[in-house]
């Protein structure tokens, strides 16, 4: 494939990802905030 | 004779023009090739950060759909536990009337438990007898009737508090508020037995029976019923009458092992509590599940292409 394509693929794949970091980040937030309620 | 020698009949005139020529064209060709090689390496690299990117990708997906499992899991749970909180209200909302010999349904509390605990103070070997009978009546029951006995089963837990033999007033400190509402005399013991309801009743069902042992007048037999449905005031202290919804609890304090039982206790309750609450924070999260959900349907749908 051109070097285009692949550039843009890859930005795509980069965008889910940071996406999906950000998702896990959020439930680990939540799960800390009770558990510092709870101790 | 070669008659081109001597006309100067030079087929090729400028040849020492075209070695240069020669050496452009061979120029031009390496540039390319540095070009391509260049492309070729760059879109090596960019492949490479792709299977890289992708791989990372891959990874976090799992763990969102891990995580997404665990939500479906307690989010159930959940769901099993309201719908067990309530017939237990309904059940402890109904008044008990039909056996009025026993005198403790006077006071309110549930069939069966109060003959366990009469009979807790002859001896400690014997009161563990009588919980395991009290249990395995309960398990015949509970097939019988699934849902409101084994959840007032589970419900009894009996602790052994050291106190000062001058004490006489029957307290045991567990980090929740409690409201007396009856004493009496018992046949088998010279102490009195004092009778709680948590500070929150009626919304909480939880009762409490406090009586100093018989055969070792420095330990109080605090007997609870029911789990509560709030925390306490000071839920690090424990709640002590484990809010775990697991089968008849007694601890056996005399021993020394008081500490470790409290403990456990207070530990399962608090996993119960983080439970609880957790799904309850992720559920009312609706941006959260929303692009939960994306990011999964997102994965299904790149799988069935490939």
Redesign the interface.
């Known amino acids: 494939p051109p070097?285009s394509a692949?550039?843009e693929?890859?930005n795509r794949?980069?965008a889910?990802?940071k996406?999906?970091?950000e998702?896990?980040t959020?439930?680990c937030d939540?799960?800390n905030?009770?558990?510092k309620?709870?101790? | 004779m070669d008659c081109s020698s001597f006309l100067d009949l030079n087929t090729n005139p400028f040849p020492e023009k075209l070695l240069p020529k020669e050496e452009v064209s061979v120029s031009v060709s390496t540039q390319l090739k540095r070009k391509w090689l260049e492309?070729d390496e760059?879109?090596s690299e960019?492949?490479e950060?792709?299977n890289r990117?992708?791989s990372?990708?891959k990874l976090?997906?799992e763990?969102?759909a891990t995580?997404y499992q665990n939500y479906y899991a307690l989010h159930h749970h959940l769901e099993k536990l309201q719908s067990r909180r309530s017939p237990e209200i309904d059940q402890t909302e109904q008044p008990i009337k039909k056996r009025k010999q026993d005198p403790d349904e006077l006071l309110g509390f549930p069939i069966g438990l109060s003959s366990g605990i009469t009979e807790n103070s002859s001896s400690n070997e014997d009161h563990h007898h009588h919980q395991q009978q009290h249990e395995q009546k309960n398990q015949l029951l509970s097939c019988k009737r699934p849902v409101t006995d084994s959840f007032n089963k589970a419900k009894v837990s009996t602790v052994y508090v050291p106190t000062d033999t001058s004490d006489t007033s029957l307290t045991v400190k567990d980090g929740f508020q409690w409201r007396k509402y009856g004493q009496k005399v018992t046949r088998d013991n010279p102490s009195p037995r004092a009778y709680f309801r948590c500070s929150f009743a009626p919304s909480c069902p939880v009762k409490k029976k406090v009586q100093r042992s018989a055969e070792d007048p420095s330990l109080l037999v605090a007997t609870y019923e029911g789990t509560h449905n709030h925390l306490g005031p000071n839920?690090?202290e424990g709640d002590v009458t484990s809010q775990n919804g697991s089968n008849t609890v007694t601890l056996d304090l005399v021993h020394g092992n008081h500490r470790l039982g409290l403990e456990k206790n207070e530990r399962n309750s608090?996993q119960e509590?983080?439970v609880q609450?957790?799904a309850s924070?992720?559920t009312k999260?609706s941006k959260?599940t929303a692009?939960?959900a994306a990011?999964i349907s997102?994965r299904l749908m790149e799988q069935s292409r490939t």
Do not use: I
């Open positions: 070097t692949l550039v693929e890859l794949v980069s889910e990802n996406k999906l970091s998702m896990l959020l439930m939540n799960y905030v009770l558990r309620q709870l101790v | 492309q760059s879109a960019l492949r950060e792709l990117v992708n990372e990708n976090l997906t763990k969102l995580v839920a690090s608090m509590v983080l609450q957790m924070s992720l999260d959260f692009a939960l990011a997102g």
